[in-house]
């Protein structure tokens, strides 16, 4: 594979990324307005369960679609250093991107794990639907 095929096939899942992130960004929305709106309608006790498990999937979905980010960008990375093992000629974005990621041949395929940053944002996140369904709410005065 040249490193044009790389980029391009780099650049595809980049886009296929950005398109579940916006599906992601949209459930979260969603989710937080039907916990809002559950409690309004003070619907019945197992609607409770129903938004948690909601929830968890929005938090399992955003987890993973960022996950596949981070493989992504450390994918690119492996895949330009395996180019450059191979004996074949990279450009100087393709190693500037390889000392930016620093994920080479000798780290082997990247995993589905998400940078921290994300794992920590999704756990945010978390805590917000899980409180905003289980947490008793403050008295209206």
């Not at 980049?14 to 992601?24: C, E, M, R, S, Y």
Request: aromatic residues 16%; neutral net charge; contains cysteine.
């Amino acid at each position: 594979m040249t490193e044009f095929e790389i980029y391009q096939l780099t650049q595809l899942a980049f886009i296929n990324n950005a398109i579940f992130n916006l599906v992601v960004v949209v459930l979260s929305v969603l989710a937080f307005y039907l916990i809002r709106r559950r409690e309004e309608l003070n619907l019945p006790p197992y609607s409770k369960i129903v938004m948690t498990a909601f929830c968890a999937a929005v938090v399992y979905f955003g987890f993973l679609t960022h996950g596949f980010l981070t493989s992504i960008q450390k994918g690119l990375s492996f895949q330009l250093s395996e180019l450059k093992a191979s004996g074949e000629a990279i450009s100087a974005t393709a190693q500037n991107w390889i000392d930016y990621v620093g994920h080479t041949v000798a780290d082997g395929p990247p995993s589905v794990i998400p940078d921290p940053p994300y794992i920590v944002f999704w756990l945010i996140i978390s805590f917000m639907f899980v409180g905003g369904i289980w947490f008793p709410r403050p008295s209206k005065k």
